[in-house]
């Protein structure tokens, strides 16, 4: 069994447009989240801003160190263990809801020998490498229900409706992600129309059991649309609209060129600066230049990731990877992008390679290294 690419295919094969694209995230990062972090330093730090950057900064290290193994790794190798690693992360994700410890009303970390991480964060990648496998493994019947959508949308399913429970957003992202793969592999449209239409009424479902939820969806909107909200807070900036209102001041701050480094006020306001609202804190700080040019790398990994890396994959399965990973980065910064615009209902996604976080950064180091493995092996 071949683990590692050829020797042939080094490190300087690999797409350095891309590769540039995460470390440049990875430095903004850094000091976005030195800028934002002082709220977090104050109120679980003991004031101590720089312990905390330097807990970030291992652990921006520990993505990138992941990035470098994983892009070593032949990802055909991984494709083979995808569906363990998968059955695994559902059983966290379960194992989440019965011991995990809750925080905002949701259940989403497990504590495993004093590791604190998030399960959907490694659902997330088990769940894009087994999908492409099968998708992979299933082209010569692809447009069969029964042999191909079905057993593929079970395991869609699963996954998706474990994550769901405690993170709607994420499981949403999720489900776009697959369903543009599933296109991508030619799926019949009916099936995919089918899928995406079952998401829609097991999110309706979902919101009814969640009024947290739910009264995020009727702030954005400005409307009443579900039973178990309360209208007075839904539609108050003080209460569900808190927090759009000060991302929108962040950024009405920050006007072309910003109010300079380190210079944020809504830091102080804004509800997790350092991670749901960060691209507000940098705009604010850096301005509409400094947002621009952030959503421009992002741009950078959707454009090459899919017209060099995607196009030009070696087989099937590193078209269908490819493809799944460039989606799952650019739905992450565009939808937290549009989160802090008010463009979108307020999420909590965090802003790849850039927020604060432990698991979300490894698993996002992750997928990196798979992408850049794939542009490794482009003849």
């Known amino acids: 069994m071949q683990i590692l690419t050829l020797r042939s295919k080094g490190f300087e094969s690999v797409d350095k447009y891309v590769l540039w694209a995460f470390m440049l995230l990875s430095a903004i990062g850094v000091v ?20 905390l950057l330097f807990k970030h900064l291992f652990r921006v290290g520990l993505a990138l160190l992941a990035m470098g193994i994983f892009s070593m790794i032949d990802y055909r190798v991984l494709a083979k263990l995808s569906r363990a690693m998968l059955i695994i992360s559902i059983a966290l994700l379960i194992a989440v809801q019965v011991v995990g410890i ?122 009443k649309l579900f039973p178990n909200t309360v209208a007075e807070k839904v539609l108050s900036v003080r209460d569900e609209g808190y927090q759009s209102h000060q991302a929108k001041i962040a950024i009405a701050l920050g006007g072309l060129t910003g109010v ?53 994959a070696p087989d099937p399965l590193g ?30 996604l965090a802003l790849p390679f850039v927020s604060y976080g432990g698991t979300s950064l490894l698993a996002n180091g992750i997928m990196a290294g798979i992408l850049l493995n794939i542009s490794r092996q482009i003849a």
Request: glycine residues 10%; proline residues 3%.
């Open 32 to 51: 976005a989240v030195y800028s934002a972090i002082s709220y977090l330093a104050a109120t679980k730090g003991d004031g101590d801003t720089e312990a």
């Open 102 to 223: 809750v925080s905002g009303g949701a259940a989403r970390w497990l504590n495993l020998a004093g590791v604190i991480f998030q399960p959907s964060d490694m659902a997330k990648v088990s769940l894009v490498l087994y999908v492409s496998t099968l998708l992979a493994q299933k082209q010569v019947y692809i447009k069969s229900f029964s042999r191909s959508f079905a057993p593929i949308f079970v395991w869609i399913l699963v996954t998706i409706g474990a994550i769901g429970i405690s993170d709607l957003s994420t499981a949403a992202v999720l489900l776009v992600c697959v369903l543009v793969m599933c296109f991508i592999a030619r799926v019949s449209v009916l099936h995919i129309s089918m899928a995406g239409v079952l998401g829609l009424v097991l999110a309706y479902v979902m919101l009814l059991g969640s009024p947290e939820r739910a009264a995020r969806i009727e702030s954005f909107v400005g409307m």
């Open 260 to 312: 300079g480094p380190g210079k944020s006020t809504q830091k102080h306001f804004l509800p997790a600066p350092y991670n749901d609202f960060i691209y507000a804190i940098i705009t604010e700080e850096y301005g509409i230049i400094g947002a621009f040019v952030l959503l421009g790398l992002f741009l950078l990994i959707l454009f090459r990731g899919l017209l060099r890396i995607a196009r030009h």
């Open 319 to 348: 078209l269908f990877l490819a493809v799944g990973i460039v989606v799952m980065f650019s739905l992450y910064g565009f939808v937290h992008a549009g989160v802090s615009a008010n463009l979108l209902p307020v999420t909590g």
